[in-house]
């Protein structure tokens, strides 16, 4: 298996923009909410900051959750309104829409017994809101609420998985609820469905437990997922659920013309009609860089992957958390260093001309505008950078 170099691979050597939430806090979910940017820390802290996009300037902090905030989703039309509206889900058992204005909790949903809740989402309608429980006496559930009538869960899903549920995401159709979980298998269910039992639609069995995963629209009459292991494998599905690609994330690797490029951990995907099958793949090194691959046939195991942009320079360790903002063409990652940074991303393609690719082949950086492949590495990256001559 093999990584290519685009054409147009450009190093981008330094953020835009740099906050810093709590000491000793991972940043572990990143969402873009109208002017700002959610950011939620690990325990102790467990806040959500909310960053204005132009400098990463603090504006607000949430108090998040009791016992550990696991995700951040904005939801537009919540229950029928016209605002966007941050959800977030926790370990105390809690889904929780946010007025920012406020810095309250709009909406509250909580599980029956506060079981442990690691990931949610909301439906396009906004009529549903879904969260995937821990594992917890046996029994993990996907939990579905009314946003407008939030006492109580309106039902719950026990046979779906078996063990931590890591992810819930609803389709483009609202009642189509894409899940994942540790105990190896991935879901398709109809979130109407008050029988159980005939809620399941489609079952994938990876064999390794799933820490993340979601939908691939873009390019495609039928959708298509994606999947994350925590073995760092990276897996793509039909829209039946039958596996079309298994990969070791960590086997592509860059050893073109002198540059480098070893993928240590698979960060996130995003879907995006910019990346060659619809989907934009994001690793990161140890050493806190993050880069971005593609695949240009993700039905194909043998199909080649393509390196388009690396970002160095910015964290130290490893990067928790990704978000494309694809509206300002600025990309926002989050790490265990407690950082958010903002970076530029580069056109994902060569210009058609020449002269437009000599200027795009320059290095995005405050400090430095040198061509990377005249770069030397004494100058740009600290020694055990996984991008080097």
Same mark, same amino acid.
């Given at each position: 298996?093999?990584?290519?170099?685009?054409?147009?691979?450009?190093?981008?050597?330094?953020?835009?923009?740099?906050?810093?939430?709590?000491?000793?806090?991972?940043?572990?979910?990143?969402?873009?909410?109208?002017?700002?940017?959610?950011?939620?820390?690990?325990?102790?802290?467990?806040?959500?900051?909310?960053?204005?996009?132009?400098?990463?300037?603090?504006?607000?902090?949430?108090?998040?959750?009791?016992? *550990?905030? !696991?995700?951040?989703?904005? /939801? +537009?039309?919540?229950?029928?309104?016209?605002?966007?509206? #941050? @959800?977030? $889900?926790?370990?105390?058992?809690?889904?929780?829409?946010?007025?920012?204005?406020?810095?309250?909790?709009?909406?509250?949903?909580?599980?029956?017994?506060?079981?442990?809740?690691?990931?949610?989402?909301?439906?396009?309608?906004?009529?549903?809101?879904?969260?995937?429980?821990?594992?917890?006496?046996?029994?993990?559930?996907?939990?579905?609420?009314?946003?407008?009538?939030?006492?109580?869960?309106?039902?719950?899903? *026990?046979? !779906?998985?078996?063990?931590? /549920? +890591?992810?819930?995401?609803?389709?483009?159709?609202?009642? #189509? @609820?894409? $899940?994942?979980?540790?105990?190896?298998?991935?879901?398709?269910?109809?979130?109407?469905?008050?029988?159980?039992?005939?809620?399941?639609?489609?079952?994938?069995?990876?064999?390794?437990?799933?820490?993340?995963?979601?939908?691939?629209?873009?390019?495609?009459?039928?959708?298509?997922?994606?999947?994350?292991?925590?073995?760092?494998?990276?897996?793509?599905?039909?829209?039946?659920?039958?596996?079309?690609?298994?990969?070791?994330?960590?086997?592509?690797?860059?050893?073109?013309?002198?540059?480098?490029?070893?993928?240590?951990? #698979?960060?996130?995907?995003?879907?995006?009609?910019?990346?060659?099958?619809?989907?934009?793949?994001?690793?990161?090194?140890?050493?806190?860089?993050?880069?971005?691959?593609?695949?240009?046939?993700?039905?194909?195991?043998?199909?080649?992957?393509?390196?388009?942009?690396?970002?160095?320079?910015?964290?130290?360790?490893?990067?928790?958390?990704?978000?494309?903002?694809?509206?300002?063409?600025?990309?926002?990652?989050?790490?265990?260093?407690?950082?958010?940074?903002?970076?530029?991303?580069?056109?994902?393609?060569?210009?058609?001309?020449?002269?437009?690719?000599?200027?795009?082949?320059?290095?995005?950086?405050?400090?430095?505008?040198?061509?990377?492949?005249?770069?030397?590495?004494?100058?740009?990256?600290?020694?055990?950078?996984?991008?080097?001559?």
């Amino acid at each position: 298996m093999s990584l290519h170099r685009s054409p147009s691979l450009k190093s981008v050597d330094g953020p835009l923009s740099t906050a810093s939430l709590p000491e000793s806090n991972y940043v572990l979910s990143l969402t873009s909410l109208g002017n700002f940017y959610a950011a939620s820390a690990s325990s102790p802290s467990n806040e959500i900051t909310l960053l204005d996009k132009i400098g990463l300037r603090t504006v607000q902090i949430l108090p998040g959750h009791e016992e *550990g905030t !696991t995700y951040l989703r904005t /939801i +537009t039309g919540l229950g029928g309104s016209t605002q966007s509206t #941050l @959800l977030s $889900s926790g370990r105390d058992g809690c889904v929780k829409a946010w007025d920012e204005r406020s810095g309250m909790v709009g909406i509250q949903m909580m599980a029956a017994d506060r079981r442990p809740l690691l990931c949610c989402d909301a439906s396009s309608d906004g009529f549903l809101v879904a969260a995937g429980t821990a594992l917890q006496n046996e029994d993990a559930f996907v939990l579905f609420w009314d946003p407008r009538n939030p006492a109580a869960p309106l039902r719950s899903h *026990g046979s !779906t998985h078996s063990d931590d /549920i +890591t992810a819930v995401h609803f389709g483009q159709t609202p009642n #189509l @609820l894409f $899940s994942a979980s540790s105990d190896g298998l991935i879901s398709l269910s109809n979130a109407y469905e008050v029988d159980e039992d005939e809620a399941v639609t489609y079952v994938g069995n990876w064999g390794c437990s799933v820490s993340q995963g979601g939908w691939a629209h873009a390019g495609f009459k039928k959708s298509h997922f994606w999947t994350a292991s925590d073995m760092e494998t990276f897996g793509y599905w039909s829209s039946e659920l039958d596996r079309l690609q298994d990969t070791d994330i960590r086997y592509p690797s860059l050893h073109d013309q002198g540059q480098t490029w070893v993928t240590d951990y #698979l960060i996130s995907c995003h879907c995006t009609p910019k990346a060659e099958s619809g989907l934009a793949v994001f690793v990161g090194s140890n050493e806190g860089d993050a880069a971005l691959i593609t695949n240009s046939n993700l039905s194909s195991p043998a199909a080649p992957w393509t390196i388009h942009s690396v970002w160095t320079g910015g964290h130290v360790g490893i990067v928790r958390s990704i978000l494309w903002d694809e509206d300002h063409d600025v990309l926002v990652t989050g790490g265990e260093d407690s950082k958010v940074l903002t970076w530029r991303v580069p056109e994902l393609y060569s210009p058609n001309t020449q002269e437009e690719q000599d200027v795009s082949m320059q290095i995005d950086s405050p400090n430095s505008k040198r061509v990377w492949e005249d770069m030397d590495v004494s100058e740009t990256a600290s020694p055990g950078k996984r991008v080097r001559h």
